[in-house]
């Protein structure tokens, strides 16, 4: 049962309905941008813990998507709810307050240049939480960077100092150290050698072992959505598709991409460009 959708429930609310109600819903998204629709008829939801991958094609929208869910782009139309509060109906403040539950790690890592590396992890604990004393932010730093494998000595470097990996686990280290339940990432591995990309898996997989964070990992990258995912989804371009199609073309367990019945499934998976060369010059003529 979907508690959200009902009125006040006429019984005492058991911790099972409780798990079962989304901490996300996405109703009746619409995003455009000076007119071109990106996003259409998107209803989703996604509960508790669960694990989200975001895939499709470049310029599908998956960034668009993540960003709606965190309020850094508000939708055109329909509405995005966490934990059951409309995110646009909140004032500025409420908004604050609801974006200090999100955790973002951002492409490229997005680390603040001019910091060290023990500053951008004390950010937003010194953001949020001005009142911690020091010796406990750098209790919590410690604690952040030793869980993404990052040794003492990097605290004192600069970000331009360190290497693609590291600076992603700095900013996985800095999305995670208020403990967020949401946490959203773009890209976490692109651009990272196999290896390094694996130890990124790994680290979302552990967040997830730690406490009940919920993630929504938008990626390019197959092997990133079919280790750390238990529900992957795939977005394809609004601009390809008919009105009353659907911009989503797989929604499940990842062990169900491979033989999905959806042939632009199968082929994004595999890798395989079909017909898209012809698709897209077609598409943009
Ligand atoms: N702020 C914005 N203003 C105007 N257009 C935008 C804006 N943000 C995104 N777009 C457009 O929306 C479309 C989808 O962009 P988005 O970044 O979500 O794609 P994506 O699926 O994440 O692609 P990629 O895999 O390349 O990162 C693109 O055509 C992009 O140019
Ligand atoms: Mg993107």
């Known amino acids: 049962m979907n508690l959200a959708e009902t009125s006040m429930p006429s019984h005492e609310v058991s911790s099972e309905e409780l798990d079962a109600t989304p901490l996300i819903e996405v109703k009746d998204l619409h ?28 310029g599908c929208g998956k960034t668009v998507f993540m960003k709606t869910l965190v309020a850094l782009i508000k939708p055109t139309t329909g509405h995005v709810m966490f934990d059951g509060r409309d995110l646009n109906r909140q004032s500025p403040a409420q908004l604050a307050q609801i974006r200090r539950r999100f955790g973002f790690v951002f492409q490229h890592a997005a680390l603040f240049d001019s910091m060290n590396i023990f500053d951008n992890v004390a950010f937003p604990i010194r953001q949020n939480e001005p009142q911690t004393d020091e010796d406990e932010v750098r209790r919590r730093v410690r604690q952040h960077l030793l869980e993404v494998g990052l040794p003492e000595e990097v605290a004192a470097k600069y970000p331009a100092e360190i290497s693609g990996g590291m600076q992603k686990r700095v900013g996985l280290a800095r999305a995670l150290v208020l403990k967020p339940e949401l946490v959203v990432y773009d890209e976490p591995t692109t651009g990272l050698d196999p290896i390094m990309s694996d130890v990124i898996n790994e680290l979302i997989l552990n967040t997830r072992r730690t406490y009940p964070v919920t993630s929504v990992v938008v ?19 609004r601009r390809m598709l008919d009105a009353g199609q659907s911009q989503i073309l797989f929604d499940g367990p990842p062990s169900g991409l491979e033989h999905a019945e959806d042939r632009r499934v199968r082929q994004f998976v595999r890798g395989e460009a079909g017909d898209r060369i012809r698709e897209m010059s077609r598409a943009t003529a």
Do not use: C, N
């Open 31 to 58: 995003v455009e941008f000076d007119g071109h629709v990106i996003l259409s008829g998107i209803t989703r939801s996604i509960k508790r813990g669960q694990t989200v991958a975001v895939i499709g094609e470049s």
């Open 219 to 237: 990626t390019h990258d197959m092997r990133t959505a079919r280790k750390v995912a238990d529900r992957v989804i795939m977005f394809f371009p």
